[in-house]
């Protein structure tokens, strides 16, 4: 038997107004499912942004700076 078998037959044993508490759940189990889907879309996206704009950097020099490129010195 399935789980969804399973949770039917649960279900169906149940008074209505349990029901109805199920089903919100479900709802936000559905809607916290499609937050976290976005969420890693966004990372995703966030992390192939960052790989573009950084490719070819990995070739250059690293600047030598000194004290005296700095503007202003705190002591």
């Known amino acids: ?3 969804t078998e399973e949770i039917y ?3 169906q044993k149940l ?3 349990h029901q109805v508490e199920v089903l919100d759940f ?3 189990l559905e809607s916290k499912a499609k937050r976290e889907i976005i969420i ?3 990372l995703t996206w966030s992390d192939i942004s960052l790989s573009l704009a950084m490719r070819g950097m990995e070739d250059e020099d ?3 700076y000194t004290t005296v490129d700095l ?3 705190f002591s």
Request: proline fraction near 10%; charge should be negative; charged fraction near 30%.
């Open 62 to 64: 690293a600047p030598n």
């Open 26 to 28: 479900v709802e936000y």
């Open 15 to 17: 008074p209505q107004r």
């Open 40 to 42: 890693q879309d966004d």
């Open 9 to 11: 037959q649960h279900l």
């Open 71 to 73: 503007k202003e010195v």
């Open 1 to 3: 038997m399935s789980v």
